[in-house]
């Protein structure tokens, strides 16, 4: 390959996919923990045997510049009709295991990253790739991504139908640059409920807050709030999401892969040694992206473990220089009183319009009322992937 000359193909393998993403990495070019190489390659192992990948590389002079990452299986609305969909890897899983991977985007050197993802976006869109899939579906990315600018593009450049379905926002903070700066922005009934359940706590016994410090502590950790989120969701009826086998294995082989990297944090608020609070934490490149709790329902329902377990790790955060504190998609009460803005995610599904997407519109209309089927796409639209929403 000459110095400008530019080459898009298909990876040939994972061996070729992980060398290109591992540079696209070391370079700058991937800005949340969910599209690294070390989450995407867990979740392939997990998640990959009834799929097939379909990644594109772009190179230029020989230097990697952008990867389009699909995976293509087929989707199924009921036992008679099933079509070829292509997904961002990462996504797409079944409910009961999925690890719902969020702000997932393109690996993308960052000069020139807006070009590279509509030429990647031209590709896999093209008449050249049309045999390969009857819809693309980018599940939970953000309104500002380039996969969601580039493919939203691509399809109305051709006509194709494009839903944007908008799940929600995801409240963080923008840490400032000390404790006290934070707590002066939380609101006075925030840092009044802050210091009556810290001082409730320390009434009843010693109040501690602490993280794993080996693997085998954080693997610990991690089954102690599987255990009080599992109790949690279970007295509500429903099974929680450590319920599900591949969900439970995927974060073990997360946390194993990455623990010596320093991103999985696994913190316990403990009253006189025994657990009240877990957080599952991931820290990237100074950001602190929150992804599970389990929680002890405690007898004075005006302390809240959860949120203080949430206030101490944003100390830890401010402390240790991160710049960002993610709560990630939802916006329950605590989120937002914790946090100081907000960005939105949405799932992006383009389609070619023919028969058989005509035929699924009049099946999804058929299945469901109006008004449950909006409310049903708004929780998670790529349930498709097993039932018709």
């Not at 009556?196 to 501690?208: F, I, N």
Request: net charge positive; proline share 3%.
């Amino acid at each position: 390959m000459t110095p400008g000359e530019t080459q898009i193909c298909a990876a040939q393998d994972l061996r070729e996919l992980e060398a290109a993403w591992r540079e696209l990495q070391e370079a700058g070019g991937i800005s949340h923990p969910m599209y690294s190489w070390e989450w995407m390659a867990t979740w392939w192992e997990v998640f990959g045997e009834q799929r097939s990948l379909l990644a594109l590389i772009k190179r230029k002079g020989g230097k990697v510049e952008a990867i389009a990452p699909f995976v293509r299986h087929r989707a199924r609305m009921n036992r008679f009709f099933r079509f070829r969909r292509l997904e961002l890897m990462g996504t797409g899983e079944q409910e009961a295991d999925e690890v719902f991977s969020e702000c997932v985007d393109l690996p993308l050197r960052p000069e020139g990253r807006t070009q590279a993802a509509r030429e990647l976006a031209d590709q896999i869109l093209d008449s050249n790739h049309e045999s390969k899939w009857d819809d693309v579906v980018l599940y939970r990315v953000r309104t500002d991504s380039a996969v969601c600018g580039a493919f939203g593009e691509g399809a109305a450049n051709r006509g194709l139908s494009a839903t944007r379905l908008t799940l929600g926002r995801c409240p963080y903070v923008e840490l400032p640059g000390s404790v006290e700066d934070y707590e002066r922005q939380l609101s006075g009934n925030r840092r009044q409920q802050i210091r009556r359940g810290v001082r409730a706590l320390e009434r009843v016994g010693k109040l501690s807050f602490g993280k794993a410090q080996t693997v085998e502590e954080a693997l610990v950790s991690l089954k102690m709030l599987a255990e009080l989120h599992g109790q949690r969701w279970q007295a509500a009826g429903k099974p929680g999401a450590f319920a599900g086998r591949r969900f439970s294995e995927f974060h073990r082989r997360f946390i194993e892969r990455t623990f010596a990297l320093g991103w999985p944090e696994l913190w316990t608020l403990r009253l006189d040694g025994e657990p009240i609070a877990c957080l599952y934490n991931i820290r990237y490149q100074r950001r602190v992206s929150f992804y599970q709790s389990g929680i002890k329902p405690l007898e004075d329902n005006r302390v809240r473990p959860g949120m203080l377990a949430h206030y101490f790790a944003i100390r830890d955060a401010i402390e240790s220089g991160a710049v960002e504190y993610d709560f990630m998609l939802g916006e329950s009460r605590y989120k937002v009183s914790l946090s100081n803005a907000a960005r939105e995610l949405v799932t992006l599904r383009i389609a070619r319009r023919c028969a058989k997407e005509g035929l699924r519109r009049a099946a999804v209309l058929m299945a469901k009322p109006a008004r449950g089927l909006v409310s049903s796409c708004r929780k998670k639209l790529h349930h498709e992937s097993t039932v018709c929403v």
